[in-house]
């Protein structure tokens, strides 16, 4: 759930805001939305539920690629993109 709050920035953090959300290509307030989340992770490391996910993630991309062999991935596409 939302809630707005109103925030007095002075002219380095709003130029900082403005930079990110450049940046990011969004808007100041979702600019500063991410810095505050990331800032905690980083103060605070990153919440459980979010770990376990990741690691979910992980363990499915390890899943996929089990067996495969990049080298011959890659000979393939060399020999494919040589008419190029």
Same mark, same amino acid.
């Given at each position: 759930?939302?809630?707005?709050?109103?925030?007095?920035?002075?002219?380095?953090? @709003?130029? !900082?805001?403005?930079?990110?959300? %450049? /940046?990011? #290509?969004?808007?100041?307030?979702? &600019?500063?939305? =991410?810095?505050?989340?990331?800032? @905690?992770? !980083?103060?605070?490391?990153?919440? %459980? /539920?979010? #770990?376990?996910?990741?690691?979910? &993630?992980?363990? =499915?991309?390890?899943?996929?690629?089990?067996?495969?062999?990049?080298?011959?991935?890659?000979?393939?596409?060399?020999?494919?993109?040589?008419?190029?």
């Amino acid at each position: 759930m939302a809630h707005r709050t109103t925030l007095i920035l002075d002219q380095e953090a @709003r130029t !900082a805001a403005r930079e990110l959300a %450049a /940046a990011y #290509r969004c808007s100041t307030s979702e &600019a500063i939305r =991410r810095a505050v989340i990331r800032h @905690r992770d !980083a103060v605070y490391g990153v919440p %459980a /539920a979010n #770990r376990q996910q990741r690691k979910q &993630a992980l363990k =499915r991309l390890f899943e996929l690629f089990e067996g495969h062999d990049a080298a011959e991935e890659v000979r393939r596409l060399k020999a494919e993109d040589r008419g190029f």
